[in-house]
């Protein structure tokens, strides 16, 4: 799919949507930046490192913060988390939506796949300007829009992290927040998919799909840049 961006919708839209509760702005980080230890987390593929949760709880929220910021990372893969999807998933079909940096898909061991946003010249040249880094996205990780990749792979289990839901850009923006380039989880759900979101409560607890029966986890060892990580959850949707 072929994604046409003009100035006019592009500065209008994208601003609705952001993850305010789960990050510092710019000015913070600068003002925090010099004093802060930043942890070393990623392998030398470019990779989080994968990590019990007790390593994570060693490391100050503020600098794990700072660092999630500038390495453009926002759920963190643990070693618990991974074994808990494993389990969740089985021996299904399964994908995942926005992968971002890769991390979750590469841990899993299944496809990724993310309409890549974050390259596209006129996203990447608003990131600059408020000093918010931008995913350096692996090669695996394959350009799809949610949609086309469940089309394509026809999975039975679709799990995403910390996505942005799609908005309408010619409607108000919804309390959840979003936008013109998000996904449109209520058409993941009308493919029967099983639906695995790996969020924040503060931060997605508001999305549309949320009134849509599911089932929500509060997991011990789930980690994020979150402002309120007590309120990291994993939330499923169609299974049976």
């Given at each position: 799919?072929?994604y ?34 930043l ?5 030398s ?31 963190l ?24 940096c ?10 990724a ?11 990447k ?11 350096k ?104």
């Amino acid at each position: 799919m072929l994604y046409r961006i003009t100035a006019e919708p592009f500065l209008k839209y994208l601003l609705r949507a952001s993850r305010p509760l789960c990050e510092y702005s710019p000015m913070e980080f600068s003002i925090l930046s010099p004093d802060l230890k930043l942890p070393d987390l990623l392998d030398s593929n470019g990779f989080l490192r994968l990590l019990p949760t007790s390593a994570y709880d060693q490391i100050p929220h503020d600098n794990l913060r700072l660092w999630c910021h500038q390495y453009a990372r926002y759920g963190l893969p643990t070693i618990e988390l991974i074994e808990w999807l494993r389990t969740q998933i089985a021996d299904r079909k399964v994908i995942e939506i926005g992968s971002g940096c890769g991390d979750l898909a590469h841990y899993l061991g299944i496809t990724a796949t993310d309409n890549c946003m974050q390259k596209w010249r006129e996203i990447k040249r608003h990131y600059r300007l408020v000093g918010q880094p931008t995913i350096k996205y692996p090669d695996f990780v394959q350009s799809l829009d949610a949609l086309e990749a469940i089309d394509q792979y026809k999975p039975e289990v679709v799990v995403a992290s910390w996505i942005t839901q799609w908005i309408d850009p010619d409607q108000p923006p919804p309390p959840g927040g979003g936008n013109i380039w998000g996904v449109k989880e209520d058409e993941i759900l009308k493919r029967k998919c099983v639906y695995i979101f790996i969020g924040n409560h503060a931060v997605h607890g508001s999305k549309k799909i949320m009134s849509i029966p599911h089932k929500e986890y509060k997991l011990p060892f789930l980690r994020s840049r979150a402002n309120q990580p007590e309120l990291d959850r994993v939330w499923i949707w169609n299974e049976r």
